[in-house]
């Protein structure tokens, strides 16, 4: 009895060993799934896959406000209530300005948003065009560039001369009308060597630099004129250095700029990729560089701040350029930069921003909140497939290690907030889904196309209590408060007013999402 005793607590004993021995190496797996989510890097996508249709769907819709924005003589269009309209755009001074956007519920041509959102719109087809062309999308987002950068190239009749400006917003916004039906008068604003203006120099300069790639093998004629205009606009912003905002104080009260240096940076950054000069990539890796670069510190993508966007794209070429280029100390700054931001959008990182709303939606401003998680989930599966198809397996957060797919999730819960799985269940996305805003804050969406008004007895269609007669399909709308409240009313300009740029950042999203594919080692 005493022997089998023994053994029995022995075994006993022994088993209790292997429990405390299985629950250790349990914890330890767990501690290292935690830390590294995957062991190797994930395989390189191919062509385009198969197609999501909720993110096909919405891209297609965003993609139509472009058509809405137009400005000049239209063409095939396809908007039942758009119209000719800015005609005479530019003929004071002798230049053909008529085509171009309209920067948001208005009907001012604003050049510094505007080049912006023709190189944000670039990037977005150098990146995914194929999966654009998935679902025969990509010639009407070339379409929509082209539009644009039409109007910058005229914007550009001399080396030192651009305009940048269209319309007197004091006037303009004095008056609530169509804009088939404008009277007002429309001066024109440019900078030149006595008042020079190198954040909108330089930043038309990105949108041309990044356009001619996009051009490239479409019109090699075209692509080598706006390549052109690029390189005499970014010399033209880099030699005469001074902020337009100083010297034309007026610009402040809609697009002031906080510096030029961002701008400087962007803009040798696309004239490498478009032209692999290495000038160019000296010139952001050198004194530029620490000058403006600000390495460390993650800011906001912006119309305002082209930093994140920057160190996104020389990160690009981090992962995929020369040795030489790969292994420069700067460049490696750029990407550590970007390493960074991803960091900070990832939720359950260590460095996570607290910038966000209770359901997860970064949240930096009450004007335009939408602005910032679109453009920074754009960045983020921009640089998702950055590591995907350079077989970078992880990026790492203090001490804690997250895959590209991380990445993709976040840019998926910030478009799918916008799509309408947010508290309100409401899309932001004007034309998607069947609950979207109905009093967007838009002149020509707010009154009937067979009304005839004027300047001022336009305002009988602001104040109205009817929904817009027009739909501005593909609008991007300003968006929730941090509370995640949305007042749909169309005097709330804070929340229900769309923009051209916001337009760009969405389409690149989308874009991303559709399918999967991996990106292009290089754009030439």
């Given amino acids: 009895m005493g022997e089998r005793s023994n053994k029995s607590r022995g075994w006993f004993g022994y088993f209790l060993v292997l429990i405390i021995l299985a629950v250790i190496a349990t914890a330890v797996v767990l501690t290292i799934k935690k830390k590294t989510q995957h062991s190797g890097p994930a395989p390189v996508p191919g062509p385009p896959g198969a197609i999501t249709k909720k993110y096909a769907d919405a891209l297609k819709v965003a993609l139509q406000f472009f058509d809405v924005q137009k400005s000049g003589k239209l063409e095939n269009n396809k908007i039942s209530w758009r119209g000719d309209s800015g005609l005479n755009d530019g003929k004071e001074a002798d230049v053909d300005l008529s085509k171009g956007m309209y920067d948001a519920g208005d009907h001012m041509k604003f050049g510094f948003p505007m080049a912006y959102t023709a190189t944000v719109l670039s990037w977005a087809i150098l990146e995914y065009g194929d999966q654009m062309n998935a679902i025969n999308q990509l010639e009407h987002a070339q379409d929509s560039l082209k539009w644009i950068t039409d109007y910058l190239i005229n914007a550009h009749p001399r080396d030192n001369v651009l305009f940048i400006q269209v319309g007197d917003p004091d006037a303009d916004h004095k008056c609530w009308d169509r804009p088939e039906a404008m009277t007002k008068e429309r001066p024109v604003i440019q900078i030149n060597t006595s008042t020079p203006g190198t954040e909108v120099a330089a930043e038309t300069a990105a949108a041309m630099a990044s356009a001619s790639l996009v051009f490239k093998s479409i019109d090699s004629a075209y692509s080598s004129s706006l390549l052109k205009h690029a390189q005499q606009l970014f010399t033209f912003a880099d030699k005469h ?9 007026k610009v402040q009260t809609y697009y002031n700029s906080t510096g030029y240096g961002d701008e400087l940076l962007w803009a040798a950054s696309w004239l490498y990729h478009a032209t692999r000069d290495q000038t160019y990539l000296d010139y952001v890796t050198g004194q530029n560089g620490k000058d403006f670069a600000k390495w460390g ?9 082209k930093l994140p966007g920057t160190q996104v794209l020389l990160s690009r070429v981090s992962f995929f350029g020369s040795k ?3 292994n420069s100390a700067n460049l490696q700054n750029y990407r550590r930069t970007a390493e960074a931001i991803m960091c900070g959008l990832l939720p359950k990182s260590p460095t996570a921003t607290s ?20 453009a920074s989930a754009f960045l983020a599966v921009i640089y998702s497939d950055y590591m995907l198809s350079s077989r970078t397996a992880k990026l790492s957060c203090s001490g804690n290690s997250y895959s590209p797919s991380a990445l993709r999730k976040f840019a998926t819960s910030q478009a799918d907030y916008v799509l ?28 009937p196309a067979d009304a005839t008004t004027g300047c001022t007895d336009g305002f009988q269609w602001l104040d109205s209590t009817r929904p817009n007669p027009n739909v501005a399909v593909g609008a991007l709308v300003g968006g929730p408060f941090l509370n995640e409240t949305f007042i749909d009313s169309r005097n709330n300009s804070m929340q229900t007013e769309p923009s051209t740029y916001n337009s760009a950042v969405i389409v690149g999203l989308l874009s991303s999402l559709v399918t999967t594919s991996s990106v292009v080692q290089s754009f030439t």
């Fill in 241 to 249: 250095r001074s902020s337009y905002s100083v010297n034309i104080p």
């Fill in 297 to 305: 510190s993650p800011t906001w993508f912006s119309w305002d701040d």
């Fill in 324 to 326: 030489d280029a790969s």
């Fill in 355 to 374: 910038s966000r709303t209770h359901s997860g939606l970064i949240w930096v401003s009450e004007w335009n909140a939408l602005q910032h998680p679109v």
């Fill in 420 to 447: 309408g799985n947010n508290p309100l269940k409401m899309s932001f996305l004007v034309g998607y889904g069947d609950n979207y805003p109905q009093y967007v804050h838009h002149r020509g969406a707010s009154i």
